[in-house]
C-alpha cells in the first residue's frame, strides 16, 4: 500500500509542469552562476545565416528575453505564448531570442511552419543549456538592459500562465503596461 502511494505520489509530481521563478535568489557560488541578479554569461551563439549574435551586444541595447527550447509538444503549444509576448514588446525595445536543441533541418522546416519571427538559433548539442546552467527545457531567462538577469523561469507550461509571468517582468523592465498573451492567443483562436 505504502508503495503504491509513493508510486502515485511520484506521478503526480511528475505530471506536474515544473516553473520557476527564482526572484529571491541572489546565490552567486562557483557552483550556480546564473542566477537572478547576477550578470548573464558572457553567450555566443550563430544564427541560421551564419551570423554571429552576441549576448552582451544585444543587452547594450534593451532586454533580451532568451528561450532555450525544442519542438516538443510542450514548447511547441506554448510557442504561441512567446511569439505574441515578442510581438507586443519588440517595437518597446525587447529582443528575443529562441535558441533549438533540435537538428537544423528540423528547426528550419519548424520556422518556416510557425512563420517564427523572433532571433533564433540551433544548439544541437546543447551547449547552451551548459553556460546557462541548466537541463530544464524550456527555459527561459530574461536578461535587464546592462546584462543583470532579471528572471528565470523553468519548465513546460502549455496553458499561458507563464509566458503571462514573463511578460509582465518584461513590461516592468520596459515601464509599460503589461500584455496578457494567454488572453492575446485566445483571441486569435
Known amino acids: ?10 506521478l503526480a509530481i511528475g505530471a506536474t509542469p515544473v516553473v520557476l521563478q527564482a526572484e529571491e535568489s541572489k546565490d552567486t557560488s562557483a557552483a550556480n552562476t546564473v ?7 558572457d553567450f555566443k551563439i550563430k544564427d541560421a545565416d551564419g551570423k554571429l549574435i552576441d549576448l552582451k551586444k544585444l543587452t547594450e541595447t534593451g532586454p533580451v528575453l532568451v528561450r532555450l527550447t525544442c519542438g516538443c509538444s510542450g514548447c511547441d503549444k506554448e510557442l ?16 528575443s531570442l529562441a535558441i533549438f536543441r533540435e537538428p537544423d533541418e528540423k528547426v528550419e522546416k519548424y ?5 517564427l519571427k523572433m532571433l533564433y538559433a540551433v544548439d544541437s ?3 547552451s543549456w551548459g553556460v546557462f546552467q541548466t537541463k530544464t527545457m524550456p527555459t527561459n531567462f530574461l536578461i535587464e538592459k546592462g546584462g ?6 523553468a519548465g513546460c507550461d502549455p496553458s499561458g500562465l507563464l509566458a503571462n509571468k514573463v511578460s509582465e517582468k518584461v513590461a516592468e523592465l520596459l515601464k509599460t503596461d503589461a500584455v ?6 485566445a483571441d486569435t483562436k
Open 111 to 115: 520556422v518556416k511552419e510557425k512563420e
Open 1 to 10: 500500500m505504502r508503495s503504491m502511494l509513493f508510486a502515485a505520489l511520484g
Open 80 to 95: 504561441a505564448y512567446f511569439q505574441s509576448l515578442h510581438k507586443e514588446y519588440e517595437g518597446k525595445g525587447l529582443t
Open 148 to 153: 543583470k538577469i532579471k528572471s528565470i523561469a
Open 180 to 185: 496578457d498573451v494567454k488572453q492575446k492567443v
Open 35 to 41: 542566477v537572478v541578479g547576477a550578470d548573464a554569461p
Open 125 to 127: 548539442k546543447g551547449e
